[in-house]
Structures are given as C-alpha cells and as structure tokens.
C-alpha cells in the first residue's frame, strides 16, 4: 500500500482547477440534496444513476483521504470535509447492496470511511458516528459484494480499537444523538457501534471470520472491557465478542497478564455485597465522570490506577496493609469481568444469554 501511494503523482495546480470545473460539472449539490432524505438513497437510486454517481464520488473520495495537519487549521475545511462524510456515509447506508456491486469508486469511499473512523472525533463526534453507522450498514449487508464488506468489518475492528485508547475524558452532559448513538467520548461509543455487529444474536458469517482472524482482537476485548465494566458502556458487543469460538480460544490462550481489577462500586450500589467481600476502600471519584486517561494511555500491561484496586478480605484498614489480588492473565480476567457484569446487570435476559454463551465458549477453549 506504501509502494501505491509514493507511485502516485504529486498534487498540481491544474489537477486542482480540473477538480472545481468537475464540481461544478458534476451536480454535487444535488447529491448533497438528495442524500438528506433517507428515502431517496435507495438501491434503485444508486443503479439508476451509477455513472453519474461514479464520477461525484471519485472527486469525493480524494477529499476524504485528507492532511490532517491542513484540515485541523482550517475551520471551513473541517466543515467541508464533515459535509462530504455525511454524504458518503448517508449513500453507503442506504444503499449499500448497490453501492458495493454497481460503484467503481466504492473501494476508496470505503477506504475513506475508514480514515474518517479515525480523524473525525478531531472534528466532531458526528463524523466518524456516521461512518461508522454506514460500514456497519455495509458490513453487515446480505447482498453487498463480499470483499467490500470484509473491508468494512475490518475498517471497523481497527477503527474501533483506536476509539478506545482514545485518552479523553468524559465530560458531564451527553452528547448529541447522531445514529442513534448519544456518547460524547470515543472510548464509550465504540461499544454502541460493536454491539450492531451481533444484533441478530448471531454474528453473520463473514463477520464471524473476519473478528476471528483479525490479529488485534484480543486487545480490543480488553480495553472494550473496561469500557463496559468500569465506565457502564453497553455490554453486548462485548459478550458478542467473546462468544465467537476464535475470539475466546485467541484470549484464552494469550499470555498477555492483566493488572486491572474490578474496582469496587460505590456504598449506595453495594446493597450489602461489601460485608460479603470484605473492607474495601470506597473509590475517590464517581466512575460515570472519571476520565479513561488513566488506563487508556499506555499499552497492556498498565499500572493499576486506585480507581480499579480491589482489596481483598483481611485484616482491618490501619492493622495490617491489605493485599492486592495477584495479576492474572487475560483470559482468566476476562471471565472474572464478566462474572462481575453479572452481579450488576440484571434483567437484560438477552446479555444473560449472551454472557454465558461467552463464558462457554472460553470455558471450552
């Protein structure tokens, strides 16, 4: 891919010049128009105006492979590239059969999607949520041209993991809801976009292969537990995750050793679990404001912030010094996480399900 773009030429004025005749040319404030109605951008739209399509979304997909440097000091270019991800992303989802089998352009609009997955939430949170929401549209379609949608999954799993170590901290008020997802930090959100991957209860297929071989998986478990666990982002991605036979025989058997511990919840959520367990030391700040910096920075294994120390039974405070739980490898920590969201997640019958189907499946590995 190197070898591609150094053999690429070299931008120049007149392709520049070329680029705003075609603009103009080429109606692209009617695509901009149409994709505004969702009932527009369907797959008999797309095949009945392919060429025309073909040509707006090869000008488009330059754009989204952008300077980052360049896009950030610029304020009207920032607009502009948000403006040209909802459009591709609105096509994408809307029509994402015909999109992949009938578009020429549709490998670097797809290509594109990804690099937004990764530069948007240093724009605004609406631009990567609306291209995530349309590789899963497209990941997850029946009919789409298989090796576009094994592209999606992949964009999406990296994409995913880099929200995740996204170090920003969480502020008080929640976001705008843009598709259908209200979470103003990366780290959360990235939950909300997993779970879509196994909404059926069953993953499909080729989404199935593509989490199992993806080299990366294990630590996107990882930091997509602590998300979950520690910081009440939705579970079922996760446990979707974990279910997968590749997913929990590649955890299983990492010799990754993990030294983050389940933290202990605060004195009005214990109903009477503490005297149970034993003295512990309440944490110093509410888990739903603590910002992720402390365990999102560095690469497993971290150091144990307070925040996630669990003391176990002992002596008295001021006796004797408690002791930690020993590190544990990753497996092993895993299902000791999901033994803990059992504790506090009830009622949902289907991450029930979900979570022991998970524990199986590791169990079996």
């Given at each position: 891919?190197?070898?591609?773009?150094?053999?690429e030429p070299?931008?120049?004025?007149?392709?520049?010049l070329w680029?705003?005749?075609?603009?103009?040319?080429l109606?692209l404030?009617?695509?901009f128009?149409?994709?505004?109605?969702?009932?527009?951008?369907?797959?008999?739209?797309?095949?009945?105006?392919?060429e025309?399509?073909?040509?707006?979304?090869s000008?488009?997909?330059q754009?989204?492979?952008?300077?980052?440097?360049?896009?950030?000091?610029?304020?009207?270019?920032?607009?502009v590239?948000?403006q040209i991800v909802?459009?591709c992303?609105?096509?994408?989802a809307?029509?994402?059969?015909?999109?992949?089998t009938?578009?020429q352009?549709?490998?670097?609009?797809?290509?594109g999607?990804g690099?937004?997955?990764?530069?948007?939430?240093h724009?605004?949170h609406?631009?990567?949520?609306?291209a995530?929401?349309?590789?899963?549209?497209?990941?997850?379609c029946?009919?789409?041209?298989?090796?576009?949608?094994?592209?999606?999954?992949?964009?999406?799993?990296?994409?995913?993991l880099?929200?995740?170590?996204d170090a920003?901290?969480e502020p008080?008020?929640?976001?705008?809801e843009i598709?259908?997802?209200?979470?103003s930090?990366?780290?959360?959100?990235a939950?909300?976009?997993l779970?879509r991957f196994?909404?059926?209860?069953?993953?499909?297929?080729?989404v199935?292969?593509?989490?199992?071989?993806?080299?990366?998986?294990?630590?996107?478990c990882?930091?997509?537990?602590?998300?979950?666990?520690?910081?009440?982002?939705?579970?079922l991605g996760?446990v979707?995750?974990?279910?997968l036979p590749?997913?929990a025989?590649?955890?299983m058997?990492s010799?990754?050793?993990v030294?983050?511990?389940?933290?202990?919840p605060?004195?009005?959520?214990?109903?009477?679990?503490?005297d149970?367990v034993g003295?512990?030391?309440?944490p110093?700040?509410n888990?739903?404001?603590?910002?992720?910096?402390?365990?999102l920075?560095?690469?497993p294994?971290?150091?144990?912030?307070?925040?996630?120390?669990?003391?176990?039974p002992?002596?008295?405070?001021?006796?004797?010094e408690?002791v930690?739980?020993?590190?544990?490898?990753?497996g092993e920590w895993?299902?000791?996480?999901?033994?803990?969201?059992f504790?506090?997640i009830?009622?949902?019958?289907?991450?029930?399900?979900?979570a022991?189907?998970?524990?199986q499946?590791?169990a079996?590995?």
């Amino acid at each position: 891919q190197l070898a591609q773009v150094r053999a690429e030429p070299a931008p120049s004025l007149m392709r520049q010049l070329w680029d705003l005749v075609a603009a103009a040319r080429l109606g692209l404030e009617n695509l901009f128009r149409t994709v505004e109605d969702p009932e527009k951008t369907t797959d008999a739209f797309v095949e009945s105006n392919s060429e025309r399509l073909d040509a707006q979304l090869s000008l488009l997909a330059q754009t989204l492979r952008v300077n980052l440097a360049v896009l950030l000091d610029s304020p009207m270019l920032g607009d502009v590239y948000e403006q040209i991800v909802y459009a591709c992303a609105q096509l994408v989802a809307g029509a994402p059969a015909a999109f992949s089998t009938r578009l020429q352009s549709a490998p670097r609009i797809v290509e594109g999607l990804g690099l937004a997955l990764r530069v948007g939430w240093h724009l605004h949170h609406s631009a990567p949520k609306l291209a995530a929401n349309a590789l899963v549209a497209l990941a997850t379609c029946p009919t789409a041209d298989d090796g576009l949608r094994r592209q999606a999954v992949r964009h999406l799993l990296g994409g995913m993991l880099r929200w995740l170590l996204d170090a920003r901290p969480e502020p008080d008020r929640e976001g705008e809801e843009i598709c259908g997802c209200s979470c103003s930090v990366p780290w959360k959100a990235a939950a909300c976009f997993l779970e879509r991957f196994f909404e059926p209860g069953r993953p499909l297929p080729w989404v199935k292969e593509e989490c199992e071989a993806w080299p990366d998986v294990t630590q996107l478990c990882q930091w997509l537990t602590l998300s979950v666990r520690d910081y009440h982002a939705t579970p079922l991605g996760l446990v979707g995750l974990l279910q997968l036979p590749g997913v929990a025989q590649a955890a299983m058997q990492s010799q990754a050793v993990v030294n983050l511990f389940i933290p202990m919840p605060l004195p009005e959520d214990l109903d009477g679990i503490v005297d149970d367990v034993g003295a512990a030391e309440p944490p110093h700040t509410n888990p739903h404001s603590l910002p992720a910096a402390e365990r999102l920075q560095s690469d497993p294994p971290a150091a144990v912030p307070e925040q996630h120390s669990l003391r176990l039974p002992g002596p008295p405070p001021g006796s004797e010094e408690s002791v930690l739980p020993p590190a544990q490898r990753l497996g092993e920590w895993l299902m000791a996480s999901l033994g803990y969201l059992f504790l506090f997640i009830e009622g949902d019958v289907l991450f029930s399900v979900s979570a022991c189907r998970a524990l199986q499946a590791m169990a079996a590995a």
